[in-house]
Nanobody, 119 residues
Framework: QVQLVESGGGSVQAGGSLKLSCAAS????????MGWYRQAPGKERELVSS???????TYTDSVKGRFIISRDNVNSTLYLQMNSLKIEDTAVYYC?????????????WGQGTQVTVSS
């Protein structure tokens, strides 16, 4: 079965950095567009970044210039390097796999990893 396991979350001070990882198994990772979402308490889940099969990344405006998405197709791992973290970046971050154009949604999701940024 498809499995996505996020790791790398934690507590950091504003201005610090953190790198999230998403280890994928059970499917053809290289054939899937991948994404990182986040959800803060009381807010809707939002798309943070996505990456194509060949490694082209896109970002929501609030993280442009601070976050970098990347993927390792050989080891089936997705990454999100987060720099210059802000308090508003605090959220549970989720790895999403295999965007479906026909349904406009990701097919698979990880369980999430907590990121907490303090002042």
């Amino acid at each position: 079965q498809v499995q996505l396991v996020e790791s790398g979350g934690g507590s950091v001070q504003a201005g610090g950095s953190l790198k999230l990882s998403c280890a994928a198994s059970g499917y053809k990772f290289s054939n899937c567009r991948m994404g990182w979402y986040r959800q803060a308490p009381g807010k809707e889940r939002e798309l943070v970044s996505s990456i194509t099969r060949v490694g082209t990344g896109t970002y929501t405006d609030s993280v442009k210039g601070r976050f970098i998405i990347s993927r390792d197709n050989v080891n089936s791992t997705l990454y999100l390097q987060m720099n210059s973290l802000k308090i508003e970046d605090t959220a549970v971050y989720y790895c999403a796999a295999c965007w479906s154009v026909s349904t406009n949604r990701y097919v698979n999701w990880g369980q999430g990893t907590q990121v907490t940024v303090s002042s």
